[in-house]
């Protein structure tokens, strides 16, 4: 069975400029969370997805970030502009099912360097 | 807000047993705790969960006491693969829908 899969593995970029990263996750799997992983730090979730509806987005930057899942299936993740301090790593990860015992399944993320 | 706290390293030799132990202070009554591993440059993979008491499986063992304010990811006999960080997950349910909140892991190194 195909993992998570995410693309691109690595982005580099310059400040001001936009960059999307996108993420197919587990077939079946009706829950997708984006979540940011600062150097030394835990991830720190930025969306989940119920389906196509996101359900928890409070820890979205609005103003510069964005998502969607349409179909329920894919997402794709877009900054706009990128600013230095967005340099981190961005996972995806689905599960079944949201709450207590979800278990998620993570892909290998996307490295974001900001110059 | 749930929040957790676990050391920030730990190391260990080949062969011996590591606990690392993770506070959750503000656990909901209806929260289980998780652990994942991450290696470098992957995403983290679930290792095990539990409610309270103890649970076991074929990678390691999670120990929870009746308070359930904290719990202990053991891993036996430990190899140099085991080498990476450990997260212990809990839920935050404060804005009324679940929100997984990763702490800032366990960094394991295993010595040779």
């Known amino acids: 069975e195909a993992g998570v899969v995410q693309s691109p593995r690595y982005k580099i970029i310059e400040k001001k400029q936009p960059v999307a990263f996108w993420c197919n996750p587990i077939s079946g799997h009706n829950t997708l969370y984006w979540y940011l992983q600062n150097l030394g730090q835990g991830p720190e979730l930025l969306i989940r997805y119920e389906n196509e509806e996101a359900v928890d987005d409070s820890q979205l930057p609005k103003d510069r970030f964005s998502a969607e899942r349409l179909k329920g299936v894919d997402s794709t993740l877009k900054i706009q502009p990128a600013e230095l301090g967005d340099s981190a790593v961005y996972l995806c990860?689905?599960?079944?099912?949201?709450?207590?015992?979800?278990?998620?399944?993570f892909g290998p993320g996307t490295r974001l360097l900001v110059l | 807000l749930a929040k957790t706290t676990q050391p920030i390293s730990m190391d260990s030799y080949e062969g011996q047993e590591v606990n690392i132990t993770c506070s959750h202070n503000n656990i909901a009554t209806n929260d289980y705790i998780t652990w994942y591993q991450q290696f470098p440059s992957q995403g983290p993979r679930f290792i095990i969960q539990?409610?309270?008491t103890k649970v076991t499986n074929e990678v390691a063992s999670l120990f929870i006491p009746a308070d359930r304010k904290s719990s202990t990811l053991s891993l036996p006999r430990v190899s140099l693969s085991d080498t990476a960080v450990y997260y212990c997950l809990v839920g935050d349910l404060s804005g009324g829908s679940y929100i997984p909140t990763f702490g800032r892991g366990t960094s394991l190194i295993v010595h040779p």
């Open positions: 539990g409610y309270k």
């Open positions: 990860a689905s599960s079944l099912v949201a709450g207590p015992l979800e278990t998620q399944y």
